[in-house]
């Protein structure tokens, strides 16, 4: 190996290091505070635009009115604060992450440095991809389900019964409907984490496209009790969760296939590839 694939080693003592990466906390923190200052002044804006799911599918149900109450009288409070947080992670996250390389990479070969680099990039776009499909596709179609359970009233004597009927009407709390709504952005854009992270583990030799091939059963069973855990009880939603869950699986085990057939053909090229022989032995 030449002397420029060598680690790039600063040779500095233990406690320079600690100083570099509090500064790097430090600067992550203040983008997080910044952004969080943001998205505070406008945090009605990113309200109601959380809400407009919701307020399609109670429009579609012929009910224009689909404000929300606040319970506890510091609810609004708490509703801004979690839009600010929520804000802060989204708006200082490339930032954070610039920080996070900086202090990671120069511990690190360079051609270690080019395989973990498409990954640090395709993660966030990956958790936007997810946050998106949650948001557009997934929650309008649970809030039309749970907006079913409602029934128009009736007064005694409208009906032929002796009674009336009680009306089940949808007042949600706003902290309430902010936080599922948030559970199932998060949920999803961490489950189309699932192809980086194991293609990720397939490049360090952690994992192989065999052997999540050979894991496929207990992998399904597992996206199942993922998707009733993650979705209302809802069959229709925890179908699309499993359906796209199962499918990043199957594209996972495509990607470390691909990063084997790489790795084989560099190790061919440079002469150390050693097939299996009659012994059994296998590839390095």
Not at 185 to 197: E, R, S, T, Y
């Amino acid at each position: 190996m030449s002397h420029s694939d060598e680690i790039e080693d600063s040779s500095a003592p233990l406690i320079e290091h600690l100083a570099e990466l509090r500064t790097r906390l430090i600067h992550s923190v203040l983008a997080f505070i910044i952004g969080m200052v943001i998205c505070f002044t406008v945090w009605n804006p990113i309200f109601n635009f959380l809400t407009s799911p919701l307020c399609l599918a109670m429009a579609e149900r012929g009910q224009t009115d689909c404000g929300l109450i606040l319970i506890k009288l510091q609810e609004g409070f708490f509703v801004a604060i979690s839009i600010s947080l929520l804000g802060g992670l989204v708006l200082g996250f490339p930032y954070i992450s610039y920080q996070m390389w900086r202090f990671v990479a120069p511990g690190l070969y360079k051609n270690e440095r080019g395989a973990f680099l498409p990954f640090l990039i395709s993660s966030p776009l990956m958790f936007a991809l997810g946050a998106s499909f949650a948001f557009y596709v997934v929650t309008p179609l649970a809030f039309d389900f749970f907006l079913g359970f409602q029934q128009a009233g009736s007064l005694v004597g409208e009906t032929d019964e002796a009674g009336g009927i009680a009306a089940i009407a949808f007042q949600g709390s706003a902290q309430e409907y902010l936080s599922l709504t948030i559970k199932f952005i998060v949920a999803f854009g961490l489950c189309f984490q699932l192809p980086v992270l194991l293609t990720l583990m397939g490049k360090a030799g952690l994992v192989s496209a065999e052997g999540l091939g050979n894991v496929r059963k207990y992998a399904v069973v597992a996206i199942l009790v993922l998707a009733a855990l993650v979705t209302p009880p809802d069959v229709i939603t925890q179908v699309i969760l499993f359906v796209v869950v199962y499918g990043l699986y199957e594209v996972s085990i495509f990607l470390v296939r691909r990063v084997e057939k790489k790795r084989e053909a560099k190790l061919r090229a440079e002469g150390l590839w050693v097939d299996e022989d009659a012994d059994g032995d296998a590839n390095p």
